[in-house]
T-cell receptor
Framework: DAGITQSPRHKVTETGTPVTLRCHQT?????MYWYRQDPGHGLRLIHY???????DKGEVSDGYSVSRSKTEDFLLTLESATSSQTSVYFC????????????FGPGTRLTVT | GIQVEQSPPDLILQEGANSTLRCNFS?????LQWFHQNPWGQLINLFY???GTKQNGRLSATTVATERYSLLYISSSQTTDSGVYFC??????????????FGKGTHLIIQP
């Protein structure tokens, strides 16, 4: 158990509203990731972090921002939610450095109406 | 970017059967992992295997890095093996910190 929690687990929001998803880990891992999962696409990387205040963009970063002010928390923000951001969002940590095994949180199902 | 193709996309087997899932990738990698997503959506890391062979119970995996493919073997399938199996890689050209690229998965159904 990699000690990863995500909140909320489910959320329904309206188009144009801001939304923040939280990923919390208990084991001090340096590398953290946000992915989204959509039917027919597998998982795609949104943003990642390699330390406190160190973040970078992934494959599908448009419309998303992230922040990491503490080692244990990695926040994903949708500044103005759109229907195309309806998805399941997964947070992951890398167990031992950048090339380590990745362990995933339980996911957040977000619906934008 | 790197491309990851998994085959077959769907597989239906009877309990007790064996299966082989394949993952082809388009560039050299320094990270390759296999995941199982169960019917409740939970993603479980099965193997970290950028090269070589590993075994864990009824599951084993082999990556032939020079030929750019990996295989996941499931023996004596059980209904609890049902779900989607993902292969994910990171290219050798990257530093490794920038996440994994996933294939679209193999959807496996084990019938009792």
């Amino acid at each position: 158990d990699a000690g990863i929690t995500q909140s909320p687990r489910h959320k329904v929001t309206e188009t144009g509203t801001p939304v923040t998803l939280r990923c919390h880990q208990t084991e001090n891992h340096r590398y953290m990731y946000w992915y989204r999962q959509d039917p027919g696409h597998g998982l795609r990387l949104i943003h990642y972090s390699y330390g406190v205040k160190d973040t970078d963009k992934g494959e599908v970063s448009d419309g998303y921002s992230v922040s990491r002010s503490k080692t244990e928390d990695f926040l994903l923000t949708l500044e103005s939610a759109t229907s195309s951001q309806t998805s399941v969002y997964f947070c992951a940590i890398s167990g031992s450095g950048a090339l380590g095994q990745q362990y995933f949180g339980p996911g957040t199902r977000l619906t934008v109406t | 970017g790197i491309q990851v193709e998994q085959s077959p996309p769907d597989l239906i087997l009877q309990e007790g059967a064996n299966s082989t899932l394949r993952c082809n990738f388009s560039d050299s990698v320094n990270n390759l992992q296999w995941f199982h997503q169960n019917p409740w959506g939970q993603l479980i890391n099965l193997f970290y295997i950028p090269s070589g062979t590993k075994q864990n119970g009824r599951l084993s995996a082999t990556t032939v890095a020079t030929e750019r493919y990996s295989l996941l073997y499931i023996s004596s399938s059980q209904t609890t093996d049902s779900g989607v199996y993902f292969c994910a890689v990171a290219p050798m050209t990257g530093g490794g910190a920038d996440g994994l690229t996933f294939g679209k998965g193999t959807h496996l159904i084990i019938q009792p």
